[in-house]
């Protein structure tokens, strides 16, 4: 056999080689040599809200946290919240009724939703008046949550995402919601609600990240702050065991968990504001230590407020009402 000859003969038999271990491999792994070719834009993308994978992008952790309040412990309403099992957190589960949660979630608004806080006001107490509490007082109280088990996004996620009510159709498209469905009125009303007109005396932001919501506090009130919220407990009479016990004055910042497909938190800084602990003691013994905060200047509040329905008062004098067990309380 001649060179040339061996030589073609030795480039077949690689050829041929290569085309098994090439079929071979393709077909191991579920792809045939046809289906190689075809173009990237006939595939389907899988939807953009299950692309957000810790392989992709890491979830917050409380590492930003102690960079940026080194001193402040995490409290617990946000420690769920930054666990790796509550991530992917886009879900619908916001939207869900919560009868007693409607009752005092609005306690950060001019306004009320009437009709769910009339009908679930009137047996427990969330307003009151600044003398009212002292030891030995008794009152039935729910403490309440937002309803939304849901956590926060990094940063570089929530930030690509829009958050204003000019981008409602982009947003609803977004989370693959209806335009006339539960979530999104939910949605738009969320939205609404930081968007409208700061109070007098009041600067208020909407934190759609775990980073954003401490930057916003600590550029306002520094780094040397207390972080607090109420502890959770069930709905029935409670009794004030000792002096309520003032934690803050002046200036604090109170951040509501909003109800949404991912966490976001209404802050609002007011001046005129006194943080007080209440320590209280249920019917069956248990103890809390409640929360409240007490606006001492309410003549820019709006008149039909409804804590001024549910004392029977007009604006100005000073409001004091109980937060909600995921309602976080800065002060200096």
Known sequence: MSLANSSALLLFLLTLSLDIIFSTAANTIGVTRTTVAVAADTVPLPKKVATFLPSDISPPTEKYWYSRLPNTPLPKALEYLLQPGHYPSFITEFANENASAVSSRRTYKQGYHKKAMKSSLPDSTIFYLYNDLHPGKKMKILFTDSGTKVSFLPRQVAESIPFTSDKIPEILKYFALEVNSKEAQIMREEIGGCEEPNMEGEDKYCATSLESLIDFNVERLRQNVRVLSTEAGKKQEYTVSAEVRMIGDDK?????????????????????????????????????????????????????????????????PAVCHFLDSDTLVWVP
């Open 252 to 316: 604090a910042a109170v951040c509501h968990k909003m109800r949404y497909p991912y966490a976001v938190h209404y802050c609002h800084v007011i001046a005129d504001t006194e943080v007080d602990e209440v320590p209280l003691v249920g019917a069956d013994g248990a103890k809390v230590k409640a929360v409240t905060v007490c606006h001492l200047n309410t003549s820019a509040w709006s008149p039909d407020h409804m804590a001024f329905q549910v004392l029977k008062i007009k604006p100005g």
